[in-house]
Each structure stands twice: as C-alpha cells, then as structure tokens.
C-alpha cells in the first residue's frame, strides 16, 4: 500500500491534479499494481542485457535532404489559444517575482 | 447473395466484373453503420458526404481497378490513426477538437490503394484497456451480445467488422489491442512484426510497443489490407527495410502439411474451461490437416504482465507528457498559473485509466526506483525475447489461446486492474517480444461467444504466419458472423 503523500507527489510529478476520491482510488490501484510488479524481484538476471530495442533486421534511412513538411501552421491551429503562430501560455513568473 | 456477406476478395471480384460500383457499395455500408451503431457505439465520427464523393470518383475509376487492390473497399480507422480532415480524438476528451491535419502513412497506402474509408472507430483511450470502457464517449458494445464488452483497446474496429459495418478496419496493438478484441468479437486481427508497419500519423502510446495491423473476416482480407500498407517509410525510422512479399499470392499455395507448430503448454494455466477444450480441439484439426505439434517452453512469459505494466507506463507516461493544455485540443478554464494549467487541464481531460499508467510510469522512472523498475523491466524483457528464440528453433509458427476468456460483461472487471491486465496473458509477451500475431476464430462457447486461435511467427516472417493461419481457416470451415438486425 503506498500513502497519500506518495499518490499526491507522484500526481504533481506527473503534472496531474487530482479530485479526492481520486487519491483514494489511486492510492488503491497504484498500490494493487505496484504489488503485482514486485514479482520481477525474483527473477535471475544477473548478465542479462538490456532490450532497449525491439531487434528489427535493418534499420532504413532516408535520403539526407531537407523536406518542407508544411504543417506548422496546421498544426498550431489546433492550439486551444494561438496568435500569429505563436502558442499563448500563462505568465511563466509571477508580476511580483 | 446480400451485398454484406462479401468478402474483400469476392467484392474485388465483382467489381472486375463490372457488377458492382464503389458508390453502391459504400452507401449499402453506410446504411447498415447508421442502423448498428446507435446500439454499438462502435465508430464515433462518420461523414457521410466524403465518403460517397470518394466513392464516386472511384466509380469513374473502373478502368483502373487491375491497379488499386482495394479499390472500393469500405474501411473503418481506429481513432488514434490520422486520416487527414478527420477527427483523431484516441478516445481522449483531452482531443475531443482535434482535427487531423495530415493522414497516417498506413491509411495513405489504403487510400491510394482504392479503399474508402467510412468511419473513425471507438477505442479505450489512448488505446490502454482491454474492454473498451475506458473510452471518453462511452464503451463499445459487443456484437455478438450488447450485454458483454467487445475487447480492446481497439474494440470498435473489432466491432464494426463482426456486425458488418465495414469490410474491414485498423487497430493498434501494444499488448493485444487488435488479437484480444478480434478474439472476442469473432473476427481476425493480424498484429505484424514491429517495424513492419508505420507508425507515422499514429498516436503513441509506447513506441517500442506499439504496431498497426488489420482486422478483417478473414486471413485473406486481412493478408490483402496488410501488404498495401506494410514496408518502409521516411517518416518512420523504426520501419525496416525489408521487401514485403505478396501475401496474398503466396495464400494460393498455403498447406498445413508440414508446418511445425509450437505448443507452450506451461502456460496454458488459467485458461477458461471451453477455451482450452476449443483450443485443444483446433489442435487436433491442424494435425489431421498434416501439420505436426511439438512441445515448447516460454519460462519467463508468466512475468510478461509485470513487465509490460513496468515499460508501457514508462513510455507511456512520456508520449503523453505531450498533452498539457497548450499544443493540443483542451484547455482547462480555471484561472492558473501555467503549471496549473498543464495539471488542470490533464486533470480535468484525461480518463482514470490512462491517469493510472501515467502515474504507474512516473513512479518506476523517478528518483531512486528507475533501476528497479525500468531496467529490470528491459532485462526480463531480455528473457522473454530469448524464450521465443529458442522456441523457434523447434517450431515455424506457434499456437495459444488469444485469450484466457470469452467476451465477458461489462463492468465485471472493472474494480480490479489486474484483473483486467490478465485479458492479455496471451497477447502482451508477442509485443514484448516484437514478433507478429494473429488470432483467428476458432470456435464458440455455449453461450455462442466466440473463441480466438492466436499463431504466433518469427520476426518479419507473416508469410509463414498467415500461410498457417489460412490453411487452418479452410479445415476449420465456414465462419459466420452474427446476424443483421440481431443487433
């Protein structure tokens, strides 16, 4: 079972705000599965390599030349605020900082 | 015959012999999408207009039918796949807004290849589930019984294809997403090789995981849907350069005789009465079709789930770091400085199962826990991969149950994750792995649910792998759907 203090720091970690009845929930789900994954304690991989990567065959590279996409204007459109291709955000300090 | 029961195969036939057009076709689907989908909530966005001026041009196209292999082939595409135009919300609230401003790689191919797509499908969000409830515009129901879950994450697309909404869809797979859901609707859905796929235009949920494959009625369609859009793409470097055979020709020569299948019973445990019994019996129809059975082992597949639940997280918790209220679709309206603004508007927008792995990855990759959790995630990962290695040293194709359990009832494993991670049993350790799957009925239960069969290949070897799964279709016989209008 992990704590509450555990559930909220975890949440902020993750830059997500959560309801009471979230951290209780969470509280038990994230303690039900963090139980589950201890199983990997006993398993022997002493020498075991990391698979970082999934093995393919080949890896394929493109041709080294410079592609215009033309999204961005697309894609900065589907900002919730925008202006002049710029996405708009809330002062990052404080007036009094 | 009704225009419905075609198969991709039969339609194409019928289109070279001028019997049919693309416009005919593509309304009779629409029509019945229309009819089925208020009771199914399989396809969250249809748009009528655009699919038929689509079809339309494909009409005035017949001449060129010999050149496109799916030349009017009604699809149905996965909501976290772009198609250009149409919404891609991947089943979030956080993208309810989202308008796909280019199309995927995979639906381009299909697109140039004649197919007309029809719908955008329903889908737990950010592909994570195995029911389809977790999705923000309500579950998805099975079609077989509106009572049970269709499977998931990509339970619309399984959805559509058994209720005959489309000829065919795609899903995603991170853990069983398009095998488990086509096990419970009763269809085929086809899990290639990472790397065969693009990944280009779909929404990540964990990249080295993560695969688009087709579900369809059959090996067939799903094997012709699979070649058009397989193979190499410049905007995805884990793509492999490998040249993709002709499936579909190859099927012309598919035998059992001889073929060599793996069968893993260590990890039969757990398995559901009727599913083993099913199991059991679709073993003994590929031995008296010629193929020979050889025990294997997979020690390390039963610490698959832990280490899915420690890497997908992981990188899943990263991928959608992306969604913060400011580059995509939801704001959050509370006044907030802009920390508050990114966890009020992931807060506010994004789902409890999602928020669930989210925090699961932030835990394992924080301070102190990272070598614990992450690393020794990738070093059974290690284990796994090498099991299948060996295994394929005695076998061409392997054979397991989809899943442990038929469609079971909403809501029933709702209260304990676990639980509902152990849909996967079967499916998660291929994706682990990265090498190709596919599930093909196999039978039904005695409620009439039906059975999924899942092979499993070498890497980049389908060819063996669908070779297989088609020649045990025809000693298998004749597959129905459910019927029109039971829905």
Redesign the interface.
């Known amino acids: 079972m992990i704590s509450t203090e555990d ?1 909220l720091r ?10 009471e009845n ?1 951290v209780v ?2 509280q038990k ?2 303690g ?3 139980d ?6 006993s ?1 022997d ?1 002493l020498g ?15 041709e080294d030349k410079a592609v215009d996409s033309h ?1 961005a204007a ?2 900065i ?5 925008h202006e002049a291709g710029h ?1 708009i ?4 300090m ?1 007036a009094d900082q | 015959m009704s225009l419905q029961k075609l198969t991709i195969s039969e339609l194409l036939d019928a289109y070279s012999r001028r019997t049919l057009k693309p416009s005919e076709v593509v309304q009779s689907y629409l029509n019945v999408l229309a009819k089925s989908n208020p009771t199914l909530n399989a396809v969250l966005q249809v748009d009528t207009q655009r699919s038929l001026a689509r079809a339309k041009q494909l009409d005035s196209r017949e001449s060129e039918i010999a050149k496109l292999p799916l030349y009017g082939v009604p699809i149905v595409i996965k909501d976290n796949i772009l198609v250009e135009g149409w919404q891609a919300t991947a089943g979030s609230k956080i993208l309810e807004n ?2 796909s ?2 199309t995927a790689t995979c639906v381009e191919r299909l697109e140039n290849a004649g197919a007309v797509v029809i719908g955008k499908a329903n889908c737990d969000e950010f592909a994570m589930g195995s029911s389809n409830e977790h999705s923000a515009y309500g579950a998805v129901k099975n079609p077989w019984d509106i009572s049970r879950v269709p499977g998931g994450s990509s339970g619309g697309s399984a959805a559509a294809v058994a209720a005959q909404m489309c000829l065919a869809s795609l899903g995603s797979d991170t853990g069983g997403s398009i095998r488990q859901p086509a096990s419970l609707c009763g269809v085929v859905g086809l899990k290639p ?3 065969r796929v693009s990944r280009y235009g779909v929404i990540a949920y964990a990249s ?2 993560d695969q688009v494959g087709p579900l369809a009625r059959n090996v067939w369609d799903a094997s012709r849907v699979f070649e058009v859009m397989a193979g ?3 905007h995805d ?6 040249t993709v055979p002709r499936y579909t020709e190859l099927l012309k020569t598919a035998s059992m005789k001889n073929v060599v299948v793996g069968v893993a019973r260590d990890w039969l445990e757990g398995v559901e009465g009727e599913v083993k019994k099913t199991f059991d019996e679709s073993l003994e129809l590929m031995v008296s079709a010629g193929a020979k059975l050889v025990d294997v082992t997979l020690p ?1 597949s039963k ?1 698959a ?3 899915y ?2 890497i997908a997280p992981c990188e899943a ?1 990263s991928n959608l ?1 992306r969604f ?8 959050s309206q509370q006044k ?9 508007s ?3 927008a ?1 789902g ?1 199962e999602v ?2 792995r ?3 990855g ?2 394992a990759l ?1 301070s102190g826990y990272y070598d ?2 992450y ?9 796994i ?1 090498k099991d299948f290695e060996k295994a394929f040293t005695q076998c061409s194709v392997m054979a397991i149950p989809t899943s442990p359990t038929t469609a079971f009832v909403m809501g029933e494993k709702s209260d ?3 639980q509902m991670y152990l849909s996967d049993i079967f499916t998660l350790p291929i994706n ?3 090498i190709p799957g596919i599930s093909v009925p196999c039978g039904k239960d005695k409620a009439g649910l039906p059975i999924g069969l899942q092979f499993i290949g070498k ?2 070897d389908e060819a063996t792998l669908l070779n297989t799964a088609h020649s045990y279709e025809k000693v298998r016989g004749q597959w129905d759907l459910p019927q029109l209008g039971v829905v």
Do not use: W
């Open positions: 559930v975890i949440a902020s970690l993750a830059r997500l705000s959560l309801t979230e929930l969470y789900h994230l039900r599965v963090l589950y994954i201890k199983d990997l304690e398993v991989t075991v390599g990391l698979a970082t990567h999934v093995p393919t065959d080949s890896v394929a590279f493109r999204l697309a894609l459109k589907l900002a919730p605020e996405f955000v809330p002062a990052v404080d | 989202y308008r401003p280019y090789t990472y790397g080295s995981l190499c793409d410049g470097s884990t793509t492999s350069a490998q390390s610490h789930l832990a280490t639940y420690i918790s770091a913060d209220g400011i580059h995509y679709g939801f704001r907030s400085s802009l920390n508050d603004l990114y966890c009020l992931r807060g506010e994004i409890a928020k669930l989210i925090m699961l932030t835990y924080s614990a959790y690393l020794k995630a990738n070093r059974v990962r290690s284990l991969q304990d994750p676990i682990l792995a990265g890497h980049f």
